[in-house]
């Protein structure tokens, strides 16, 4: 029987599903197959069907095409206007709501957190705030990712120089330990807390005072990236914020469900 390439397309994603447990049916199929084209070029076939031979013949290509499929870009502070907000916002508005409910603990999730950049900077951001009233509130950073290898990383906190470059001096100065690389100080990497974790089919965190979901939904298909707004709807306090990326939107019933804190920066709060 012979298939045509996007038939092929399909029998590749159901292959890698069973193998590996990715399920690429819930992502943007053009943004698949973009990234998927660059391993057909790299192993030297032309057809998803000569891919799958490939895979099959050396199974740590699997590795190599999830390097592809999980662009793990990152930065800290990525899109300062956004951080801005949340260090002048956000965080103080939350800290002042916990002090008014006589609460101490705050709970924050970076989903699709690549290698630790995101949950970290807000890890600083809480520092910077709060100074010697920290230890006055119980603050725990959840991040997660589907790759395991950047998951690593993350926990590592261990940066390359290139890294930090855009990072201000003085807090480079006071929350990493600078030898010929950048080490997070014990007091930021005890805040946050890594795991394995799959936006599609695995259940989300809860009780969470701040959700940062960014610059992932991009690769969603809308059906998918919806249904995600529903759960963090349903995994945030009341008055709990929601942060996309800043080439990201909420859509369909969920958005109707938040109200704009930055409509520039996508920083949602739940109604
Ligand atoms: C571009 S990075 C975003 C990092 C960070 N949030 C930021 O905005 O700088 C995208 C991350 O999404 C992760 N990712 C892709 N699909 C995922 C899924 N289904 N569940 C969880 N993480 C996923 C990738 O592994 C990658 O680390």
Redo the contacts with the bound molecule.
């Keep these: 029987m012979t298939f045509t390439n996007d038939q092929a397309f399909h029998a590749l994603w159901k292959r890698i599903f069973k193998e590996r447990g ?2 690429l049916s ?2 943007r199929e053009k943004c698949l197959k973009r990234r998927i084209d660059v391993r057909l070029r790299a192993t030297g076939v032309d057809t998803y069907m000569e891919y799958m031979v490939v895979l099959k013949r050396d199974p740590s290509e699997y590795d190599r095409l ?1 390097d592809v ?7 800290f502070f ?2 300062s206007s956004t951080y801005r907000i949340i260090e002048d916002k956000v965080i103080p508005e939350l800290v002042s709501l916990k002090k008014k409910q006589g609460k101490k603990i705050i709970r924050v999730w ?6 630790g ?2 949950p970290y900077s807000i890890a600083i951001l809480f520092h910077e705030i709060l100074r010697d009233r920290i230890d006055d509130f119980l603050i725990s950073i959840y991040a ?4 395991e290898k ?1 998951m690593k990383k993350a926990k590592k906190g261990e940066y390359e120089a290139g890294s930090v470059s855009k990072v201000d001096e003085k807090i480079l100065r006071r929350y990493f330990n600078c030898n010929l690389k950048y080490n997070l100080k014990e007091e930021i990497k005890q805040m946050v807390r890594f795991k394995r ?6 259940r989300p965190l809860v009780h969470l005072d701040i959700i ?5 939904l991009i ?2 298909s809308r059906d998918q990236q919806v249904k995600l707004f529903d759960k963090f709807y349903e995994a945030l306090n009341r008055g709990g914020y929601l942060i996309l ?1 800043k080439t990201e939107s909420l859509a369909g019933k969920p958005a109707g469900l938040f109200q704009p804190v930055s409509i520039r920066e996508r920083i949602y709060r739940k109604k």
């Design positions: 990715l399920d819930q992502y999830f499929l999980t662009i793990n870009v990152t930065d990525r899109d970076s989903a699709a957190c690549a290698t950049e995101e997660t990712d589907i790759d950047v974790h799959d936006l599609i089919s695995d940062l979901c960014r610059n992932v690769y969603f990326g």
